[in-house]
């Protein structure tokens, strides 16, 4: 049974940092995402990064703010969000896909979200 189970969620001020994992069992992937759900508006794609770890993708909104990151050896994969802003609120969704890392449709498996919350 594929099972994917976020951390690291909480509330900060804008301009501090988080560091979300999402840790995966049940079998490995050729690549892992995060997207984000804001109150009221539709999931979107954050970040992607593939099994081997060198590749990776971003939503312009996050670049140079976020860094995906994956740990094979512990089934890992981490989302290190620096320059918080209160836009970045969301509930973020861990995925993971069997194929490419560019697609939002193609991640099969899903968890439950974590929410971050950025005050102002």
């Known amino acids: 049974q594929v099972q994917l189970v976020e951390s690291g969620g909480g509330l900060v001020q804008a301009g501090g940092s988080l560091r979300l994992s999402c840790t995966a069992s049940?079998?490995?992937?050729?690549?892992m995402g995060w997207f984000r759900q804001a109150p009221g508006k539709d999931r979107e794609f954050v970040a992607a990064v593939t099994w081997s770890g060198h590749s990776t993708h971003y939503a312009n909104s996050v670049k140079g703010r976020f860094t995906i990151s994956r740990d094979n050896t512990k089934n890992t994969a981490y989302l290190q969000m620096n320059s918080l802003k209160p836009e970045d609120t969301a509930v973020y969704y861990c995925?993971?896909?069997?194929?490419?890392?560019?697609?939002?449709?193609?991640?099969?498996?899903w968890g439950q979200g974590t929410q971050v919350t950025v005050s102002s």
């Open positions: 995925a993971a896909t069997h194929m490419g890392i560019n697609i939002p449709n193609d991640y099969t498996y």
């Open positions: 049940g079998r490995t992937f050729s690549g």
